[in-house]
């Protein structure tokens, strides 16, 4: 029994470039899918997993213009949820003062606007670590995209290479260069 092998005649390698074209789209897809599923993830996890901490700032620029206290700011989500301004042995009352977000701003009527205070304790929400995670996890699986021109670059350097290799084997079977005999099908003729 005679065994033929399928030969796609004149695709030089286009099948592998449809074929990591459809792979990247498949992968794109499945990045979209997790990239939204995980940002619903933080999202939600910002509510439900929010933990409370307690931190002490000491010599707080008491202004106007509004200072960030530290710890809630470099926690994930952080937001004040109470503070305790005390100057020297007085403790302001919270007229002298508004916060939101991680922001302690001074009242502008306020005696002690313009001043540094010398302890600030506040109770400030955040996150929590389940957020850092997926935060992490979601913006890990969304770099994947950086990879695809690179994918592209490499699947079209194959199908020129198996192109250069067609037109190669084409020209030398043709017979119109000898193939270092002088003798058959490949002689073209000596002077």
Avoid: H, P
Avoid at 16 to 22: E, G, R
């Amino acid at each position: 029994m005679d065994q033929k092998f399928k030969q796609d005649k004149g695709q030089a390698g286009l099948s592998i470039l449809l074929s990591v074209i459809v792979m990247l789209f498949i992968i794109g897809l499945l990045v979209m899918i997790f990239s939204l599923m995980g940002s619903e993830m933080r999202d939600s996890t910002t509510i439900s997993a929010s933990e409370s901490t307690t931190a002490v700032q000491d010599d707080v620029a008491f202004t106007s213009v509004g200072t960030t206290l530290t710890d809630c700011n470099s926690a994930n989500q952080g937001a004040l949820t109470s503070v305790i301004v005390n100057n020297a042995s007085t403790i302001l009352t919270n007229t002298n003062y508004t916060y939101a977000g991680c922001v302690l701003t001074a009242v502008t009527t306020s005696n002690w606007n313009a001043t540094t205070v010398s302890n600030v304790t506040y109770t400030y929400t955040y996150a929590g670590n389940s957020y850092t995670v997926i935060n992490d996890t979601a913006s890990a699986i969304g770099g994947v995209t950086d990879w695809f021109d690179i994918f592209i670059v490499i699947s079209a350097m194959v199908v020129l290479i198996l192109l250069t290799v067609i037109i190669i084997t084409a020209i030398r079977s043709s017979g119109m260069i000898a193939g270092g005999s002088n003798t058959g099908a490949n002689q073209v003729g000596t002077a």
